[in-house]
């Protein structure tokens, strides 16, 4: 209805794990695609809750924990000091992800795609996440409107001492991440099916060494200069390929 000139997606590395939870509350129309996703905070919160840590020989109880999770009493619980102590903390942190083998299992590590290696699920997950952004693109083709894919890093894909506090929050390590896999994944689609992708991991590397910090110590959000370089990267990926009827000039 608001006649777009443009729609532009900004693909966040932690996309591919929302997709994955919030597939599971979605109400799905005949396409296979979601129609809504309807607010339920106790079953999004059933599905993240860490796992309680449990010997091998006991991995057969964990349905009936599943069906627990869902439980609003049991979360309260699982939430409080008292359920804290009993059962250990719920804070993302990358000692727990570790300690409770979840290390890139798309379901609890919201950054699982950022990691090296080929983890269980994630080929699914980042299926899924295709699919959903084929969408929107099927969406805006249908009406006429032009449509760009963005992708762009978080803290620990630029640097090895960006948002040293910030990272553990989401359950990410020191040093630097280098691996290209989601940029590589989505530049494959963009070819694949006929969109552009703009991709702004080296700009921020490059920046990296002149405008740091990029990101908040404590928070893996951008800072002004951050912010300042994402902008300029979506105007340069815009113009390059034509996207918008202007040029820069000064």
Same mark, same amino acid.
């Given at each position: ?7 532009? +997606? ?111 699920? +994630? ?46 929050? +989401? ?80």
């Amino acid at each position: 209805a608001l006649h777009p000139d443009l729609v532009i +997606l900004n693909f966040d590395m932690t996309d591919v794990h929302d997709d994955w939870v919030r597939t599971r509350l979605a109400r799905v129309g005949p396409d296979g695609l979601p129609v809504a996703v309807p607010a339920n905070k106790r079953l999004e919160t059933a599905l993240i809750m860490f796992p309680l840590p449990k010997p091998r020989a006991l991995r057969f109880v964990e349905p009936a924990e599943r069906v627990l999770n869902r439980s609003a009493l049991y979360q309260s619980l699982r939430k409080s000091r008292l359920g804290e102590k009993l059962f250990g903390g719920l804070k993302m942190a990358p000692e727990r992800l570790e300690r409770l083998g979840l290390v890139g299992n798309v379901q609890y590590d919201p950054l699982a795609i950022t990691r090296d290696g080929d983890f269980p699920g +994630l080929r699914e997950a980042w299926a899924d996440t295709e699919r959903y952004i084929a969408g929107i693109r099927d969406l805006a083709r249908a009406h006429a409107i032009p449509f760009v894919l963005v992708v762009y890093p978080h803290a620990h894909q630029v640097s090895a001492t960006e948002s040293p506090e910030g990272r553990p929050r +989401l359950g990410m390590g020191p040093g630097l991440y280098a691996s290209e896999r989601p940029f590589q994944i989505l530049e494959a689609q963009g070819r694949r099916e006929g969109f552009p992708v703009i991709n702004l991991l080296r700009l921020f590397r490059e920046r990296e060494a002149t405008a740091a910090p990029l990101f908040w110590p404590d928070d893996m959000h951008h800072t002004p200069r951050g912010a300042t370089v994402f902008a300029e990267g979506i105007l340069a990926g815009l113009l390059e390929r034509r996207l918008v009827p202007c040029r820069l000039t000064g």
